[in-house]
């Protein structure tokens, strides 16, 4: 008897597949942690658990197959947020600079911001650990690292752009076609 409870606990405790997807699809979109147990119907710890798991392997699968791609422009800013306690985040020690030149020839015309300022905005929006002025930063550095991953992953291979009308992921030569959560799930190995 104690064997079959075992069995069924183990069962019980594991996700399928389509439901580590609504996980992932709610937690892109831009959802809390706590919000997402609840929409999707798992306790808080099972998403907290499903985060590095898919996350490390999201990292893993960019780090591999996302190497030597075509650029012409590129276009940099810095984005940030708060890391375990936004208290003890504020005011930052100082603890020096160095001055460094980084130069290049880009054509006048190409000069801008306004993309890299725009996947920023997509960052925020699609990342609550990332949210400006509230309570749903990142307390630990590992998950903020694997939420980074799982955004990116789904950003570059299941969103069409509007401008590109393809994935990053099609244009870049990466996939032949939109991805959905399932699929990336398989590519990225998660059973």
């Given at each position: 008897m104690l064997d079959l409870l075992k069995h069924n606990t183990t069962i019980m405790n594991r996700l399928n597949k389509e439901a580590r997807a609504k996980i992932i699809a709610a937690l892109v979109e831009g959802n809390f942690i706590r919000a997402t147990s609840r929409m999707c119907g798992v306790a808080f710890n099972t998403v907290?658990?499903?985060?590095?798991?898919?996350?490390?392997?999201?990292?893993e699968y960019q780090q591999r197959v996302f190497r030597n791609l075509p650029s012409k422009r590129i276009q940099c800013d810095e984005i940030w947020a708060f890391c375990y306690s936004k208290q003890k985040n504020v005011p930052a020690e100082f603890l020096g600079c160095r001055s460094l030149i980084i130069s290049g020839s880009p054509k006048a015309k190409d000069i801008s911001t306004s993309y890299v300022e725009r996947q920023n905005l997509t960052i925020r929006m699609g990342m609550r650990c990332f949210t400006r002025l509230t309570n749903g930063f990142s307390k630990k550095i590992e998950n903020h690292f694997y939420a980074v991953a799982i955004h990116c992953m789904h950003y570059n291979s299941c969103r069409i752009h509007k401008t590109l009308r393809v994935t990053p992921a099609m244009e870049a030569g990466t996939a032949d076609h939109v991805w959905t959560t399932e699929e990336m799930l398989d590519r990225v190995c998660i059973k």
């Amino acid at each position: 008897m104690l064997d079959l409870l075992k069995h069924n606990t183990t069962i019980m405790n594991r996700l399928n597949k389509e439901a580590r997807a609504k996980i992932i699809a709610a937690l892109v979109e831009g959802n809390f942690i706590r919000a997402t147990s609840r929409m999707c119907g798992v306790a808080f710890n099972t998403v907290l658990k499903l985060l590095p798991e898919i996350g490390k392997a999201c990292a893993e699968y960019q780090q591999r197959v996302f190497r030597n791609l075509p650029s012409k422009r590129i276009q940099c800013d810095e984005i940030w947020a708060f890391c375990y306690s936004k208290q003890k985040n504020v005011p930052a020690e100082f603890l020096g600079c160095r001055s460094l030149i980084i130069s290049g020839s880009p054509k006048a015309k190409d000069i801008s911001t306004s993309y890299v300022e725009r996947q920023n905005l997509t960052i925020r929006m699609g990342m609550r650990c990332f949210t400006r002025l509230t309570n749903g930063f990142s307390k630990k550095i590992e998950n903020h690292f694997y939420a980074v991953a799982i955004h990116c992953m789904h950003y570059n291979s299941c969103r069409i752009h509007k401008t590109l009308r393809v994935t990053p992921a099609m244009e870049a030569g990466t996939a032949d076609h939109v991805w959905t959560t399932e699929e990336m799930l398989d590519r990225v190995c998660i059973k």
